[in-house]
């Protein structure tokens, strides 16, 4: 235990030092790395999201069903048969009262003039810096749980989604993050409310990485997949394990039936195009009807209480209608004329200031598309085409992703949905061609065209949507105190803290200056900046710089 011990200890230390420093130098690196980038936290929250988040979507379906209680006596989804047998007066009575809250409280109480939705949390995560308010947000949930309760007709999922970007924007903004890991919170509250929605943990994923961020990160990935199994767990252990639509496995009948589907996502195409149309221009006739805010819910309800009267199917979230075009054989006109209705009377309740969203009316307009469809194939080829459910089934898919843009999640969602995977192929043909066929005749998705509306252009590209987003303030250089503009500077140079890049470089390029006064607009004399050619260009390097980091991170 002398010398020659230690000398054999020395020698194994120095034969494994060098592999052995090799790798705690690497692991070390990439750990320190790793924690400086502040995933664990992110982590940790997208956890937290995810439990707030399937609370409040629980709460939210609860809610809902007790307001229903309150005129139709039932709390339950399958509410139609109820809704059939209830006299006339009550089904006009649900949704008109039922308005008369949501537009009192909208007039009264809320900040806004409407409910939020998921156009609110795509143009969050668009901004530099995603920001929703709380109370508006949870106030903008109970207005639309008033609503769906109430009878209107609409989606509970983009209320909620929005519900989710409130928590995880409050989180994130209460623990310091970054604007790029704010907006990864956004989409893990995202993820998580289509999650636990509708029992669809891979489709919230997706859905969160193609419709709210755009596109897909692997630093963005982990969160939201946190997020959305978290939020699932807890709905499946109260709702149970089983898809939304228990439906029996369907087969295709025969590989030639290829070209019908194909006809049927150019049929979808048409009818997310059509949808979108009425939508919007619904919304633009009563914007033109001079009427005070709390009387346009009232109005909405009474209009959407008398097409339920004569067709209770497009009442509320509309579950159990969806449910039956998914299992039974359904009449084509019967069939069309539901469509119309339901496209009507959802655009009706959206322009009116109800609360609600357009994913599950655009599930159900695509099941009632298929299905017709499937009726028209049979009496065509009654020995090769396959039952209607599975025209239904592509249907929902092929009319949902074209209205929302979203092909890939919403083919999952349909997969998660039916527990139809053997459908796989065919559905993502009509997904694909009813796709490609929106774009073609509109051009954008419904997301895409609300935010137009706002002056919002996402289809741009990231290069003229951030010079739009980048003010002045950002990169202009402040002023000394009382400076004042020099005798001989021209009054049509001068910018504004608020003004944006691009009017910048607008004005650079007239000028033909090196260097801009900022001024506050409410004393031009009194500048509080200068902004340089320079810095405007090398501001819109590092952020175009950090979207490709975030993007393909």
Known sequence: MRAAPASLSAHRSSRMTPLDDLFRRSVGVHLTAFIGTRQPLLWLLAFVVGLAVSGATILFHYGVGWVQWLWLGTTSDHMLDVAAAAPWWVVIAGPTVGGLVVGLYLQRVHPGQRTAGLADVVEARASGKPVLAFWPGVGSAFATIVSLGAGASAGREGPIVHLGGVIATKLGEWRGLGSGQERVLLAAGAASAIAGS?????????????????????????????????????????????VIFDIDPIAIESYSEFPAFAILGLAAGVVAVLFQWTLVGTDVMAR??????????VAGGLL?????????????????????????????????LILAAKMIATAITLASRFGGGIVFPSLYLGALTGSAFGAVAASVAPDLASPQPLYAILGMGAVAAAVLGAPVSTAVMVFELTGGFQLSIALLLTVAIATATNQALHGRSLIQWQLEMRGIL?????????????????????????????????????????????????????????????????????IVGWASHVSALRALNDAMAADFAERHR
């Not at 033109?288 to 819910?297: E, S």
């Not at 159990?320 to 359904?330: F, I, N, Q, S, V």
């Open 198 to 242: 509708f029992n669809t943990p891979i489709a919230g994923v997706l859905f969160a990485h193609e419709v709210i961020l755009g596109h897909y990160g692997l630093t963005a990935f982990v969160p939201t997949v946190i997020a959305a199994t978290t939020a699932v767990i807890p709905a499946r252990l109260l709702f149970g394990e089983a």
């Open 288 to 297: 033109k009807v001079p009427m005070p805010l709390w009387c346009r819910p």
């Open 458 to 526: 996402l289809q741009s590209g990231p290069q003229r949507h951030l010079m739009r987003t980048l003010k002045v303030a950002a990169f202009m250089t402040p002023a000394l105190p009382k400076a004042k503009l020099p005798a001989d500077y021209p009054s049509d140079s001068l910018l504004a803290p608020g003004d944006t890049l691009a009017h910048a470089l607008k004005l650079f390029d007239f000028s033909g200056r090196a260097d801009l006064a900022v001024a506050e607009g409410d004393d031009p004399e009194r």
């Open 304 to 336: 959407v209480g008398a097409i339920g009267v004569a067709m209770p199917e497009v009442l509320g979230i509309g579950a159990e209608a969806m449910d039956r075009a998914l299992h039974t054989d359904g009449v084509f006109l019967g069939l069309l």
